[in-house]
């Protein structure tokens, strides 16, 4: 650490000088420097109590101009952004490559450029006539949208200074971007997050919806510094199996809405389509009752969506050790469930192979899907088909209790909506739906003797 240096302060004048001296050198005055108490080196430099430029204070108490939505003319888009694009907003969107990120926001883009709004699309991955040849793909080559290929921030930021500021801004993706102030290669921690620092200000300053498309690592978390989620305001996730149809646009922040709100999307030959009931997606080819599979009506968000949950046990008759293997839920989740059958209800899986799936590749997160993936395990245990007419939700606890869970009475009206008139839950609820029978639970050895005594 460096020496701290003297400082000799004159009381005339207000003058520093370095050594005491008898006459003040500015103003001539004798006697008049006093020394002051040293400061470290770091303090001297980096006093930011002064110099400034004033900032001006808005009273919360006193009405103002609120910023409204704008719609991007795709309803599921704007769902998980919670109502429409807010200006000013930055928007972090991630998914694995090939997913449909850059589809998806070129629709949105043609439809805010086709509603007379100016729209900017820069590209650092691909050449302006590649993002054409998608366009015209799409069927999207006549939208007024402004492309460009471009990777300098300087370069983008210097351009877009000389118009008017635009409604829309894309930056195809934030991990191509790079500063000529920054040290490092595009794509390293210090230039992500310069690079989108600069472009977050222009968008604040002016107005301007920022969307940053980010690449994603193989854990399927946004890559580069974690810092990048806390400077922007809302951060989606692009979801989906390739070799599946659908995909899910998943909320994971968002301070202008609700937080797991999505938006359901099928790709298609000429693009992303809008699901608006994506409970028929997900349970198509229920016409047949088999065992192991229960409906479990699913809160994402606002939004109610019904899945299947399929299990599969397979009796080994050798000692070797059992698979347990699940798609679409969480690993240790089910291992704790099949721990607490097997200590609460009796029931033998370790001499069998378990396999879970949720049809359609969906991810469920609820804690409530407990109840359906337990009635599944015993469905598939004892050979015994479920109601192909009733839903199963509910939590359950290591003590084999089935504890209540939030938005009862959503879960059971959207079943009814889809034609299941009977609903299995946790007792002591809300009151039932008046289109749907409910039936209440308080242990999970009645949901076993439940199952395994149908006929």
């Known amino acids: 650490m460096a020496k701290p240096k003297r400082r000799y302060v004159c009381q005339n004048c207000g003058s520093v000088a370095t050594r005491w001296q008898g006459q003040c050198a500015d103003c001539g005055e004798w006697n008049s420097l006093i020394e002051e108490a040293p400061q470290t080196v770091f303090s001297s430099k980096h006093d930011l109590s002064s110099g400034g430029r004033p900032i001006q204070f808005t009273p919360l108490d006193q009405p103002g101009e609120i910023p409204k939505r704008q719609a991007s003319g795709l309803a599921e888009f704007d769902r998980a952004l919670g109502g429409g694009l807010v200006p000013g907003s930055a928007i972090l969107m991630g998914g694995d490559p090939g997913i449909g990120k850059s589809t998806l926001l070129l629709q949105a883009s043609a439809h ?12 650092g991955e691909e050449a302006s006539g590649q993002v054409r040849l998608r366009a015209e793909r799409l069927g999207l080559s006549k939208c007024p949208i402004r492309l460009a290929s471009a990777t300098s921030v300087r370069d983008i930021l210097t351009t877009l200074g000389m118009d008017e500021p635009p409604s829309l801004l894309v930056i195809d993706s934030i991990q191509t971007m790079h500063s000529d102030q920054i040290e490092g290669a595009p794509g390293s921690v210090s230039q992500v997050r310069g690079c989108a620092f600069e472009l977050i200000r222009y968008a604040k300053e002016n107005s301007v919806t920022l969307i940053l498309v980010g690449h994603v690592t193989k854990d399927g978390n946004i890559a580069g510094p974690r810092v990048l989620e806390h400077m922007v305001d809302v951060v989606m996730s692009f979801e989906g199996e390739r070799s599946h149809q659908y995909r899910i646009l998943r909320s994971l922040k968002n301070r202008f809405g609700p937080v797991d709100e999505i938006g359901v999307f099928a790709m298609e030959g000429d693009g992303l389509a809008e699901v608006g009931n994506p409970s028929m997606l997900f349970l198509s080819g229920r016409e047949e009752p088999m065992p192991g599979s229960a409906v479990f009506p ?88 479920l109601p192909t007419d009733a839903v199963w939700f509910g939590e359950v606890s290591l003590a084999g209790e089935i504890r209540p869970v939030a938005h009862s009475s959503i879960r059971q009206r959207e079943s009814a909506k889809l034609g299941f008139g009977k609903a299995i839950g946790p007792a002591g609820g809300p009151p039932p739906d008046k289109g749907i029978r409910f039936s209440g639970l308080t242990m999970l050895p009645n949901l076993v003797d439940r199952i395994l005594s149908d006929a």
């Open 112 to 123: 805010i450029a086709k509603a007379g709004r100016d729209v900017v699309y820069v590209s």
């Open 298 to 385: 699913a809160m994402e968000g606002t939004r109610p969506v019904l899945v299947e949950i399929q299990a599969l046990i397979v009796r080994l008759q050798s000692g070797a050790t059992p698979r347990r293997a699940v798609v679409g839920w969480d690993n240790g989740r089910m291992a704790m469930l099949l721990a607490v059958l097997e200590a609460r209800c009796g029931l033998n899986f370790s001499s069998a192979e378990v396999y879970l799936n949720v049809a359609g590749g969906y991810r469920l997160a609820d804690p409530a899907a407990d109840l359906a993936v337990a009635a599944a395990l015993v469905s598939a245990l004892g050979d015994k088909p």
